[in-house]
């Protein structure tokens, strides 16, 4: 006999925070799937806006001015009601993000420590602030500086080395069935 499959409601946008390679995109694709919802990607819907990348747009552009539309995105993305949002690795840095999940949802902080990162980044070249002489310490040093932020986040789910992208979205939904105003089971 097969076991019925869950089904649940999620009442808030979900916006996942973290650094790169925290797992943003691919838990978030599968936390959205697992409780239908859509899954939408602030750095996607800025590239797709801007029909460039988000390193052609730093490289053209500069950072703030990416923060700047950045900001501009999550906003849109939040008010199209519940999803799970994932955010940039420099978004939640910024109060008016924060702010601006808090009102919308609930930010949920995605914290791997910088050797699951490293392992996770190392190897693309799509990172424009890992563009360094030291790729690797840049990216310890930027763990560092914004740890203080994400301690900011509404929740906390803490990476584990070895677990699948499946087993992380299990205990993703664990934690937010903490909430019944945020997620129930139906």
């Not at 690795?89 to 609930?106: C, K, T």
Request: hydrophobic share 45%.
């Amino acid at each position: 006999m097969s076991e019925r499959k869950k089904r649940y409601r999620l009442h808030k946008a979900v916006a996942l925070v973290g650094m790169m390679g925290s797992g943003k995109t691919a838990v978030g694709r599968a936390l959205a799937q697992r409780l239908g919802v859509a899954f939408r990607d602030s750095d996607i819907a800025i590239e797709e806006a801007a029909q460039l990348s988000i390193a052609e747009i730093f490289a053209r552009d500069g950072e703030p001015f990416f923060r700047d539309r950045e900001a501009e995105v999550i906003v849109r993305l939040l008010n199209q009601g519940p999803a799970i949002l994932s955010t940039g690795g420099g978004a939640f840095l910024a109060q008016r993000n924060r702010d601006s999940i808090a009102r919308a949802g609930v930010s949920l902080w995605l914290d791997a420590p910088v050797e699951i990162l490293w392992d996770r980044v190392r190897h693309r070249d799509t990172r424009p602030l890992l563009r360094t002489n030291d790729p690797r310490g840049t990216l310890a040093q930027l763990l560092d500086a914004r740890v203080p932020h994400y301690q900011q986040a509404q929740l906390r789910l803490p990476a584990m080395a070895g677990q699948s992208v499946d087993q992380t979205a299990d205990r993703a939904i664990a934690l937010l069935l903490q909430y019944p105003d945020l997620l129930e089971e139906i």
